[in-house]
Every structure is written in C-alpha cells, then in structure tokens.
T-cell receptor
C-alpha cells in the first residue's frame, strides 16, 4: 500500500536558520505530493503541492521538489522565522490510477523556531 | 467562501454517550472523509465517501458511523463514546474523478474529549 515517512521531531532551530524536513514515500502509479502545515490550535492548511516528477512546489518561502528517482519530497526553507513554528505533514494522494482517493499522511514533524 | 465547515469545535462527552460531528462543504465536492489526529500517529482515515449514498471504511472505522445523504453533508456519529476516542477530528473534501493534483480542503477540526 501507499505510505509516507517523515523525519521525527521536534526540530528546533534558531531564527534565520536553514530548514529541511525529510519526506519519502511509497506508492504505485503517479501520486501527487503535498505539504500541510498546522499551527497551534488550528486545522491543516495546504502549504504547497507537486503533481508530477520534477515539479517544485513553493509558498511563503518554503519549497519542495518531487523526486521520483529517490521517492522524496523534502521541505526546505532558507531562513525560518518564529512564526513558522508549527507541525508539518507530508501527504500523498494517489488519484484514480494509484489505488483510489485516499490521502495518506506522514506522522508530522513539529518545528520550533527560537529567537 | 465557507469551504469545509465542522461543528462543534470543542466537545466533552461522558463514556457511553453518543454524539454527531457535523461536516458540510459548499464546493460541490464528491469526495469527503473523516480523519482523527493523535499524538505521534499523524492523521488516520476513519471513513470516506466518494459521493452521495456511498460510504466506505478507512483505517480506524470501529466505533464510528457515517452517512452521505447529500453531496454537501457528511456527519460522523459516535455511537457509544469511549476514552480511546478522545482525539482531534478533521473533515476533508475534494473533487473526485479529476486529476490527482486536486487540493484537499480541511475543516478547522473538532476537539473531542471523552471522560
């Protein structure tokens, strides 16, 4: 079946540090890949997505590139801010060719950014 | 511009009580689903529906019922609440039958405590 593996947290960084949160996946077909962000006390918000190999999703300074050869979708940001403190979820969406319409999530990675 | 609306946002139940979490979307999405979020386990799929009159089980369906009498609404029923059902619940929806790159929209979450 489909699965998503994320690096465990919490990840603690100083403001302006470089961020990488690793995400790898297992899937059949050609899934779409997503990063969702959850701020304290709130629901999930779509941060960025990529729908095919070599696509780069980007939003709010975050980027992730869909690497089919390494089955990865690592999240990066060049300079984090305190306001980026949240839980980040990597997710896979197989679509009709990949086994239905079920979204598969990683376990989430908590990011704490300190001054 | 409502998107996915969940109610209630917070609820405390006694063991054995029943209740219904409401979910409604105004985007004419065929696909709707319910997830629960527990620490260290990410989001797990409870039930999903690919259209009115059609529902199916996800990873953790026990103790929950759903129905889909209209496209807009997808209520989740707890028949006899147990402390193990203390969790945060998210409803999500998306278009069915189109490309796998469709965005999945989430409600803001329902915090449920069973005592």
């Amino acid at each position: 079946g489909n699965s998503v593996t994320q690096m465990e947290g919490p990840v603690t960084l100083s403001e302006e540090a470089f961020l990488t949160i690793n995400c790898t996946y297992t899937a059949t077909g050609y899934p779409s890949l997503f990063w969702y962000v959850q701020y304290p006390g709130e629901g999930l918000q779509l941060l960025l997505k990529a729908t095919k190999a070599d696509d780069k999703g980007s939003n709010k300074g975050f980027e992730a590139t869909y690497r089919k050869e390494t089955t990865s979708f690592h999240l990066e940001k060049g300079s984090v801010q305190v306001s980026d403190s949240a839980v980040y979820f990597c997710a896979l969406y197989p679509g009709l060719t990949g086994g239905g319409n079920k979204l598969t999530f990683g376990t989430g990675t908590q990011l704490k950014v300190e001054l | 511009n409502a998107g996915v609306t969940q109610t209630p946002k917070f609820q405390v139940l006694k063991t054995g009580q029943s209740m219904t979490l409401q979910c409604a979307q105004d985007m004419n999405h065929e696909y709707m689903s319910w997830y629960r979020q527990d620490p260290g386990m990410g989001l797990r799929l409870i039930h999903y529906s690919v259209g009115a009159g059609i529902t199916d089980q996800g990873e953790v369906p026990n103790g929950y019922n759903v129905s889909r009498s209209t496209t807009e609404d997808f209520p989740l029923r707890l028949l006899s609440a147990a402390p193990s059902q203390t969790s945060v619940y998210f409803c999500a929806s998306t278009k069915w039958g189109q490309s796998s790159g469709n965005t999945i929209y989430f409600g803001e979450g329902s915090w449920l405590t069973v005592v």
